[in-house]
């Protein structure tokens, strides 16, 4: 880790990356705490969602009540951690092609 953040916050055993620097404001470590809950809160809508079977990400976001975007932002994340899985590919409701997802099983 480099001398620009020499302090990670601790946002909990999943995901865990310095949010801000020990130099900041306070405002700056609020903000960056209310982000990390509100990632978390995706991330955990996601899962939710493909708890009604595997499907690409224009599926997953209308399940979760997510954007595209926001969805997209958070697969690799959750494929990272062991959460979900990569497997094969579908059609969106546009016709494009998107990676299918579904949940892992521990």
Avoid: N, W
Avoid at 55 to 78: F, N, W, Y
């Amino acid at each position: 880790m480099s001398d620009y953040y020499p302090q990670t916050i601790d946002y909990g055993p999943l995901f865990a990356k310095p949010k801000a620097r020990a130099t900041d404001p306070a405002t700056s470590h609020a903000a960056a705490k209310r982000a990390a809950s509100v990632a978390g809160g995706h991330r955990e809508a996601i899962v939710e969602a493909l708890a009604a079977g595997p499907a690409g990400q224009t599926e997953i976001a209308r399940r979760a009540g997510l954007t595209v975007a926001a969805v997209s932002k958070r697969l690799k994340e959750l494929r990272d951690a062991g959460r979900i899985e990569r497997f094969g590919e579908c059609r969106s409701e546009t016709g494009g092609r998107e990676a299918m997802y579904r949940r892992v099983f521990k």
